[in-house]
């Protein structure tokens, strides 16, 4: 009975990478700041392989990369309001400084996008005004962060009983246990 449960999410992580519209396309992701506070934001997941592996993109110099790179412990939030199943991944982030990888995701990033990536200025940096962000030609600041999942909690909320999972990663193969909702 667990294992329906753990494909289900499975396949909701999927579908957030290659679905339009998907609510899990989009994750709230939880770091520790440099002051150890918590830390949330909003970010896309851009891949999810099939040992769930999860990638988003970032600048390299953005706040949640000195973090990661400080404490690599992080937490993820899916939620899917029409389901009401909310999913958290917990794990360790790496970046990834392979500079052919790196370029091969940066040739895939539409024209549009790439703005993100190329500003003179790191992500947060104070501006007198939007229009007067600059930008560089010739350099980029794109990088993949992945994450390795280490525990992921199910919740999906139901009448007559809600449904809460924890399931552990041991090895390779994941453990599944009911929790009290």
Do not use: C
Not at 12 to 25: A, D, I, S, Y
Not at 26 to 47: C, D, K
Not at 88 to 108: F, M, N, R
Request: charged share 25%.
């Amino acid at each position: 009975m667990i294992d329906h449960f753990f494909e289900e999410l499975k396949d909701h992580l999927h579908k957030g990478v290659h679905k339009k519209g998907h609510p899990f396309r989009y994750s709230v992701l939880g770091t520790i700041g440099l002051n150890q506070e918590p830390a949330l934001r909003t970010i896309v997941i851009r891949q999810v392989s099939n040992d769930l592996s999860l990638r988003f993109y970032t600048d390299y110099r953005s706040n949640k990369l000195k973090q990661i790179q400080k404490n690599n412990q992080i937490s993820l939030l899916f939620y899917h309001p029409k389901q009401l199943l909310q999913v958290k991944v917990e794990g360790t982030a790496s970046i990834i400084t392979d500079q052919e990888t790196l370029q091969k995701y940066w040739s895939g990033v539409q024209p549009s996008s790439r703005k993100d990536y190329i500003t003179s200025e790191p992500p947060g940096s104070l501006i007198s005004n939007p229009d007067k962000v600059e930008y560089l030609e010739d350099e980029n600041h794109f990088t993949i962060v992945e994450i390795k999942p280490t525990r992921i909690e199910y919740l999906k909320l139901k009448r007559p009983n809600h449904i809460r999972i924890q399931f552990i990663k041991t090895g390779d193969a994941w453990q599944g246990k009911f929790l009290v909702p």
